[in-house]
């Protein structure tokens, strides 16, 4: 459009160089050629205009929207219309209440009322990208701010819609999928309505209050202080099982020793205990019981 200007600027300057002075008529040729050129360039540049990768452009002739979806590259266009070009990749929009995440400045998370009468603050990220096809019923019904008209207020919309359907904990837990399930399914059908697709919808966080929260934590302290306990109670009745068995096995051994033991056994045994101290090179002199009928026994030691 510049060059066309120029163009037009100088070939009327040429036309017109000898009402201007003698130096301006000799150059007359000059100008008229130099702006005929220009011109030309001006208009054929104009008639060609690039799309970027992962935009439409959506041409506007006299306040008149075009249907023709421009594709990304090099497109050939009427020289007089004006491209707006919108943006057809995944994009995101964030509602959070921390003051630097979302797209207005501050705290911009959504707060609802559960069904139980209390207020809950929900972060939500919206994914959604524009439907190609659609951008000129975009433009010409909702205009070029469809991120604040649209995505913003239907998204707040309908979170606060479903919300009433839930209590505050199971938001916080049980049924919190669920609830992202429900908003998901009324935001697609409104994006959809308005030339939007809604890629997914993300419960970022979720924020009970202080009371509630605290509530929650103790029955949560509580329920680990039982378990404790529980394992503990298993911990000590493995034990006293482990005893009883142990107590058992000693009655059991000692009752099958008095049952087998013999006087013959036990004068086998102090023969063999009387061989091993004989041959120990650190013998003494004991006396010893002979058993029954028997007089004591003396052994010398060599040491």
Known sequence: MALTIVGFVLLVLGLNAARFSERMERLRGGLVLLGIAFLLLGISLST???????????QTLFGQVQKRVLQP???VVNPLVDVTRFDTRT???TMSAQHSEGQQAGDDAI??????????????TVLYHVVPSEAPRILSTIGEDYQEKIVRA????RIRDNAVYYDAVSLYSTRREEFQTRILAAIEKDFRSSGLKLDQLLIRNIQLPPSVKASIESKISAEQDAQKMQFVLQKEKQEA???RVEAQGIADYQRIV???????????????????IATSPNAKVI???GGRGNGPQLLLGDK
């Not at 239907?154 to 919309?157: A, F, K, P, Q, V």
């Open 48 to 58: 060609v205009v690039q799309v970027g990768v992962g935009q439409v452009g959506v």
């Open 73 to 75: 590259g090099l497109n």
């Open 91 to 93: 994009q995101n929009y």
């Open 111 to 124: 707060r609802v009322l559960s069904a139980d009468g209390l207020e809950v603050v929900i972060d939500l």
């Open 154 to 157: 239907i998204s707040r919309t």
């Open 241 to 243: 099982e482990r005893k």
């Open 258 to 276: 008095n049952t087998e033991l013999s006087d013959k056994l036990l004068q086998y045994e102090t023969i063999k205990a009387n061989q091993a």
């Open 287 to 289: 006396i010893m019981g």
